[in-house]
């Protein structure tokens, strides 16, 4: 039933859509409550907030403003949030902040060209310790470095100290030449 104004459903059964603008695609026992919301198909899915989306699958929740749900008991519920739960156990997976980004699957693979990374159950503490140990390395660069740099400031030190004693001794030298020009021009008189 399309109560909405300005909504629709293009298909399927006991599908709502009563929030305004809002549209389901299809599917089964459907609900597209909140203004601009949709369901695009999929069963007992829910997108209650304002330009919610919930892109197909069962049991899903888009109750966020601009919030999307996909998956198997997918809780979108924080604003901004995307919740994808591809996990084959079901359990729901809920976003806890706003403008969260939560993909629970069995694994995670990122491809760029022909690369490929994957993340999995077995692999996942060895990323976990990459990700500490890179800050561990970062922090004990920035030691070297402060280290580095304190040794740099005590010989720029060091250099000026020997710049002035330079200075100093040229001086000297310049008037030992002096003393020697006078004595020499006096003992030839």
């Known amino acids: ?20 603008n809002s549209f389901i695609g299809s599917g089964f026992s459907n609900a597209a409550e909140g203004d601009s919301s949709v369901v695009s198909g999929g069963k007992s899915n829910t997108a209650s907030g304002l330009a919610s989306v919930v892109i197909g699958g069962s049991n899903n929740t888009a109750t966020g403003d601009y919030s999307i749900a996909m998956g198997l008991n997918a809780d979108a519920k924080k604003d901004r949030s995307l919740v994808i739960n591809l996990n084959k156990k079901g359990n729901e997976v809920s976003s806890t902040s706003k403008g969260e980004f939560l993909v629970n699957s069995d694994s995670f693979t990122l491809q760029i ?57 040229q001086e000297q030298i310049n008037e030992l030449h002096r003393m020697l020009i006078d004595f020499v021009g006096r003992s030839t008189e």
């Open 113 to 169: 060209g022909n690369k490929a990374v994957t993340i999995n159950k077995k692999n996942i503490k060895n990323f976990k310790n990459l990700l500490k140990n890179s800050v561990d390395r970062r922090r004990h660069l920035e030691h070297i470095n402060k280290d580095k740099q304190a040794i740099i400031e005590k010989l720029h030190k060091q250099v000026n100290k020997h710049e002035e004693r330079i200075v100093e001794q």
């Open 1 to 20: 039933m399309a109560s909405g104004e300005h909504s629709a459903i293009a298909g399927g059964v006991n599908n709502i859509a009563n929030g305004t």
